[in-house]
């Protein structure tokens, strides 16, 4: 079955700092592999997302993830962190054809001044 | 804009009722979806719909019960046979044709937070 698991559900970093949110996949076939951030009591949005091609995604807000097969990993980073990514940010991936997100549990980001 | 529109942002309920959460989109989806979420469980599907007049049952159905009687609108109801209600509720749709192989990306409304009194 396909599972995301997202490792550490809580990361603290400085303002400034590295980003740095794991997340690995469980699938018998490429997955289609997202990011999404969530602020306090809205919607999520969309990070970026990897479909084909190239394995290292740019998305907005200077985020970045790479598509690693070997590692079935799809880690989530920014080089400097900046207050206002203070967020909770979900992994997702979809390897079949009947468009149903897995979702990994979350990960919480806090920056600290 | 094109977006999906939730409604109420807030809700408060008496145990015992039933409340419907609206969910009304303009981008031309297909296919419609609505997720739970608790702290520290991260998104549970309830229901979805990939085409007017049908839908099917998510992982968390029991005590939910929705339509899709137009394109445009997808309301969840919250019947008294759900046991633990409060929780932040999400919907979601994906472009393309239904039944299609899509990349699956999703756009959401901005919730629903139902608080059971």
Not at chain 2, 4 to 13: H, V
């Amino acid at each position: 079955a396909q599972s995301v698991t997202q490792l550490g559900s809580h990361v603290s970093v400085s303002e400034g700092a590295l980003v740095l949110l794991r997340c690995n996949y469980s699938s018998s076939v490429p997955p289609y592999l997202f990011w999404y951030v969530q602020y306090p009591n809205q919607g999520l949005q969309l990070l970026l997302k990897y479909t084909t091609g190239a394995t290292l995604v740019k998305g907005i807000n200077g985020f970045e993830a790479e598509f690693k097969k070997s590692e079935t990993s799809f880690h989530l980073t920014k080089p400097s962190a900046h207050m206002s990514d203070a967020a909770e940010y979900f992994c997702a991936a979809n390897a079949g054809n009947n468009r149903k997100l897995i979702w990994g549990l979350g990960t919480s980001l806090a920056v600290n001044p | 804009d094109g977006g999906i529109t939730q409604s109420p942002k807030y809700l408060f309920r008496k145990e015992g009722q039933n409340v419907t959460l609206s969910c009304e989109q303009n981008l031309n989806h297909d296919a419609m979806y609505w997720y739970r979420q608790d702290p520290g469980q991260g998104l549970r599907l309830i229901y979805y719909s990939q085409i007017v007049n049908d839908f099917q049952k998510g992982d968390i159905a029991e005590g939910y019960s929705v339509s899709r009687e137009k394109k445009e609108s997808f309301p969840l109801t919250v019947t008294s046979a759900q046991k633990n209600p409060t929780a932040f509720y999400l919907c979601a749709s994906i472009g393309g044709l239904a039944g299609g192989q899509g990349t699956g990306e999703l756009f959401f409304g901005e919730g629903s937070r139902l608080t059971v009194l």
